[in-house]
């Protein structure tokens, strides 16, 4: 039976209501996702054990009389970069196609303190590197609204299952776009936030100063109940902020969100819209249309940094990437190659073997970058220009509440179509890099489907913390845009 009717909301009423058991709603879960699952290869691994108890856990609470907790009995995937004590953690990669992880992420533990029921761990690009899950060494993800298309990456997994209806909810992660991007092109809520708001622990560092979980979901109020669930400060991650968790979902209430979208200042950047002449760039103005209805007020705003974006992220994530990826050696993690005859031999072949040709072409080009005669003419320059692209976006926001553009510029491409271009592949971030680059929440909320039935994601920026207000204005277009 398909999730896709489900809600975190109608669960929790379902349950009180014993209309069906947890244990019931992760059986039917599992079933679907095992039947579905052929179709796009969202999950690399289904958990049906873990499943089972923790919705056995919240069947005894309920009957206890016990709160069962705000993710009662919601099934949960989880992208395969988040580890999971005794449950296979691969993210993506041969290296770790056996690996059993010792421990579970702070996100991991606290979703399932909630009551989170995880029903398995989501396919994504090898080490979150990618924008189309085609990096994946145990192959693609088939994007549900097109199954000859991507779903992009490189939390491709974490959003098709979403899409698809085989879980409610999911976390991916986010290091240059890969939240928010496979959320536009399946049609599904993804959520940046700020830079610190969840924890890192328990997430396999691509590039740490850039790296973020979070929430995917249908709908605008499960994904800030999830957020709300997994964020806070934790002892474990020393860049996780000490700043408190607002009532996300309870600041989404009609009498709290009426009046509070009026007046609001939303700008858009004039470097998204340029040539953004395209059937994308119709459903961005069509969805502004919509906030200016909400009486929102909307102006141009500038972040004249932007045409330097993805050259810096590419210099800034390779370069830690090639440093974080230094551990997986046969030695510390990973299987290891036993043809090598020498020590230094067994390095170079394990690492040979095991990463593919993204992973070793970042490893090549952040070590470049990190050489003593080449750190200061690109590493320490890209440091500045990230300085530069975070200023655009703190001056831009002095003037607005929020930012709006597009995701993506273009909708999901055909499987296959980018793979021999890697500078194209590149691209398709453009415009969510500098979110990244800069700290600071956003997400991609649904905004239509161009005539082909291709989803479209609008992106929203707000403050560092300010995830209420994004919530507020995704929530108050989501109402305006589905009514
Ligand atoms: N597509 C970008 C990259 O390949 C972003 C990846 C991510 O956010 N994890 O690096």
Same mark, same amino acid.
């Given at each position: 039976?398909? =999730?896709?009717?489900?809600?975190?909301?109608?669960?929790?009423?379902?349950?009180?209501?014993?209309?069906?058991?947890?244990?019931?709603?992760?059986?039917?879960?599992?079933?679907?996702?095992?039947?579905?699952?052929?179709?796009?290869?969202?999950?690399?691994?289904?958990?049906?054990?873990?499943?089972?108890?923790?919705?056995?856990?919240?069947?005894?609470?309920?009957?206890?009389?016990?709160?069962?907790?705000?993710?009662?009995?919601?099934?949960?995937?989880?992208?395969?970069?988040?580890?999971?004590?005794?449950?296979?953690?691969?993210?993506?990669?041969?290296?770790?196609?056996? !690996?059993?992880?010792?421990?579970?992420?702070?996100?991991?533990?606290?979703?399932?303190?909630?009551?989170?029921?995880?029903? @398995?761990?989501?396919?994504?690009?090898?080490?979150?590197?990618?924008?189309?899950?085609?990096?994946?060494?145990?192959?693609?993800?088939?994007?549900?609204?097109?199954?000859?298309?991507?779903?992009?990456?490189?939390? @491709? @997994?974490?959003?098709?299952?979403?899409?698809?209806?085989?879980?409610?909810?999911?976390?991916?992660?986010?290091? @240059?776009?890969?939240?928010?991007?496979?959320?536009? #092109?399946?049609?599904?809520?993804?959520?940046?936030?700020? !830079?610190? &708001?969840?924890?890192?622990?328990?997430?396999?560092?691509?590039?740490?100063?850039?790296?973020?979980?979070?929430?995917?979901?249908?709908?605008?109020?499960?994904?800030?109940?999830?957020?709300?669930?997994?964020?806070? &400060?934790?002892?474990?991650?020393?860049?996780?902020?000490?700043?408190?968790?607002?009532?996300?979902?309870?600041?989404?209430?009609?009498?709290?969100?009426?009046?509070?979208?009026?007046?609001?200042?939303?700008?858009?950047?004039?470097?998204?819209?340029?040539?953004?002449?395209?059937?994308?760039?119709?459903?961005?103005?069509?969805?502004?249309?919509?906030?200016?209805?909400?009486?929102?007020?909307?102006?141009?705003?500038?972040?004249?940094?932007?045409?330097?974006?993805?050259?810096?992220?590419?210099?800034?994530?390779?370069?830690?990437?090639?440093?974080?990826?230094?551990?997986?050696?046969?030695?510390?993690?990973?299987?290891?190659?036993?043809?090598?005859?020498?020590?230094?031999?067994? !390095?170079?072949?394990?690492?040979?073997?095991? #990463?593919?040709?993204?992973?070793?072409?970042?490893?090549?080009?952040?070590?470049?970058?990190?050489?003593?005669?080449?750190?200061?003419?690109?590493?320490?320059?890209?440091?500045?220009?990230?300085?530069?692209?975070?200023?655009?976006?703190?001056?831009?926001?002095?003037?607005?509440?929020?930012?709006?553009?597009?995701?993506?510029?273009?909708?999901?491409?055909?499987?296959?179509?980018?793979?021999?271009?890697?500078?194209?592949?590149? =691209?398709?971030?453009?415009?969510?890099?500098?979110?990244?680059?800069?700290?600071?929440?956003?997400?991609?909320?649904?905004?239509?489907?161009?005539?082909?039935?291709?989803?479209?994601? =609008?992106?929203? #920026?707000? &403050?560092?913390?300010?995830?209420?207000?994004?919530?507020?204005?995704?929530?108050?277009?989501?109402?305006?845009?589905?009514?």
């Amino acid at each position: 039976m398909s =999730l896709a009717g489900y809600s975190i909301d109608s669960i929790r009423a379902g349950l009180i209501e014993k209309k069906f058991s947890a244990e019931e709603l992760a059986r039917e879960a599992l079933a679907y996702a095992e039947a579905e699952n052929p179709k796009t290869n969202g999950y690399l691994t289904l958990a049906p054990e873990r499943a089972l108890a923790a919705a056995q856990a919240v069947d005894q609470k309920i009957a206890a009389g016990q709160d069962p907790g705000p993710l009662a009995g919601v099934p949960v995937a989880v992208k395969d970069v988040i580890v999971t004590r005794g449950l296979r953690t691969t993210c993506g990669s041969r290296l770790l196609a056996n !690996y059993i992880p010792p421990y579970d992420a702070t996100a991991v533990i606290r979703l399932e303190q909630a009551g989170g029921v995880i029903i @398995g761990k989501t396919n994504c690009d090898e080490f979150a590197m990618g924008s189309s899950n085609e990096n994946s060494a145990f192959g693609p993800v088939r994007n549900p609204a097109a199954l000859d298309r991507v779903p992009g990456g490189s939390s @491709g @997994g974490s959003a098709a299952v979403v899409a698809q209806g085989t879980a409610v909810v999911s976390l991916g992660s986010d290091t @240059g776009g890969s939240i928010r991007q496979p959320a536009s #092109f399946c049609g599904v809520n993804g959520v940046t936030p700020t !830079y610190g &708001r969840v924890s890192r622990y328990g997430l396999t560092a691509f590039a740490s100063s850039l790296d973020h979980i979070g929430p995917f979901s249908r709908t605008v109020r499960d994904s800030a109940r999830l957020l709300q669930v997994i964020a806070g &400060r934790d002892e474990m991650d020393s860049t996780s902020a000490f700043a408190p968790v607002p009532d996300y979902v309870g600041l989404l209430d009609s009498a709290a969100l009426d009046g509070n979208v009026r007046g609001k200042k939303i700008g858009l950047p004039k470097q998204f819209f340029e040539g953004l002449a395209s059937e994308t760039g119709d459903l961005i103005l069509e969805a502004v249309g919509v906030l200016k209805k909400l009486g929102c007020e909307v102006r141009e705003v500038d972040l004249p940094h932007t045409p330097y974006a993805v050259a810096c992220y590419y210099v800034i994530a390779t370069a830690e990437a090639s440093s974080n990826l230094a551990r997986f050696d046969g030695v510390r993690y990973t299987s290891r190659a036993d043809s090598a005859s020498t020590l230094a031999d067994m !390095y170079r072949v394990t690492r040979n073997e095991g #990463f593919g040709a993204e992973c070793k072409r970042r490893i090549m080009l952040g070590t470049y970058v990190l050489s003593a005669g080449y750190y200061d003419a690109y590493y320490l320059k890209a440091q500045k220009v990230r300085a530069l692209v975070a200023r655009d976006y703190a001056q831009a926001l002095e003037q607005v509440d929020a930012i709006v553009g597009p995701v993506s510029p273009h909708p999901a491409f055909k499987i296959g179509e980018l793979v021999d271009d890697p500078v194209a592949m590149y =691209l398709s971030d453009i415009y969510t890099i500098t979110g990244d680059l800069a700290g600071i929440p956003c997400m991609s909320v649904p905004c239509g489907t161009t005539r082909e039935g291709l989803p479209v994601g =609008l992106q929203i #920026f707000t &403050r560092h913390f300010a995830e209420a207000e994004m919530f507020r204005l995704a929530e108050a277009y989501e109402r305006a845009s589905t009514s």
